[in-house]
């Protein structure tokens, strides 16, 4: 099946640095990701859309001068947390879609903690 | 816009119960569902899914089937184990690229 990795699935950083975040299909090209964020029991929302060759699409309150999105190949989609605060820890997700269904693959999943 | 409501947990259950997690959802269009897991401390799986009306997706014993004249698409189990204390999450996505509409979950826990 479809696999998606995170890299990496975890991550502690001090407040005011930069933390990147790697999302690749492995063994399928996926012209659009998604990503996602959970806070601590609670539903994923999206922060945005991230297409192949163009800039990302942001959900509605998500800065996008502060999570920076790169969707540099048909594999390979990036996002930075720029200047990270204490409130931005929390588990982001991303996930690829397969063209041939409807169905997305999820990431492991990488969870950001900022002291 | 879309939206998926499902039950309020957390739930829990023997070994062996019989589960039910319900799951409405409002869309314009003809969505697909699917019902997606999350074990502790990891990331989404898919478990099942439908893509249209009166579809019963199943997997490792769990059903759900598409009701467009209820908009729903509950997930059942008959007996369920303690492997599957997990979050369960409805959701349903526009046919394209688009992203999936997650409901809030549902924690269960099975107890031995």
């Known amino acids: 099946g479809a696999v998606v990795s995170q890299h990496p699935s975890w991550v502690i950083c001090k407040s005011g640095t930069s933390v990147k975040i790697e999302c690749r299909s492995l063994d399928f090209q996926a012209t659009t990701m998604f990503w996602y964020r959970q806070f601590p029991k609670q539903s994923l929302m999206l922060m945005a859309t991230s297409n192949e060759g163009s800039k990302a699409t942001y959900e509605q309150g998500v800065e996008k001068d502060k999570f920076l999105i790169n969707h540099a190949s048909l594999t390979l989609s990036t996002l930075t947390v720029t200047s990270a605060h204490p409130e931005d820890s929390s588990f982001y997700i991303c996930?690829?879609?397969?063209?041939?269904?409807?169905?997305?693959?999820f990431g492991p999943g990488t969870r950001l903690t900022v002291t | 816009g879309n939206s998926v409501t499902q039950m309020e947990g957390p739930v829990t259950l023997s070994e062996e119960a019989f589960l039910t997690i319900n799951c409405t959802y409002t869309?314009?269009?003809?969505?697909?569902l699917f019902w997606y897991v999350q074990y502790p401390g990891e990331g989404l799986q898919l478990l099942l899914k439908?893509?249209?009306?009166?579809d019963k997706g199943s997997n490792k014993g769990f059903e759900a089937t598409y009701r467009k004249e209820t908009t729903s698409f509950h997930l059942e189990k008959g007996s369920v184990q303690v492997s599957d204390s997990a979050v369960y999450f409805c959701?349903?996505?526009?046919?394209?690229?688009?992203?999936?509409?997650f409901g809030k979950g549902t924690r269960l826990s099975v107890i031995a």
């Open positions: 996930s690829a879609h397969l063209l041939q269904g409807y169905e997305q693959y």
């Open positions: 439908a893509t249209k009306a009166d």
């Open positions: 959701a349903l996505s526009d046919p394209g690229n688009t992203p999936l509409v």
């Open positions: 869309a314009t269009g003809y969505p697909s």
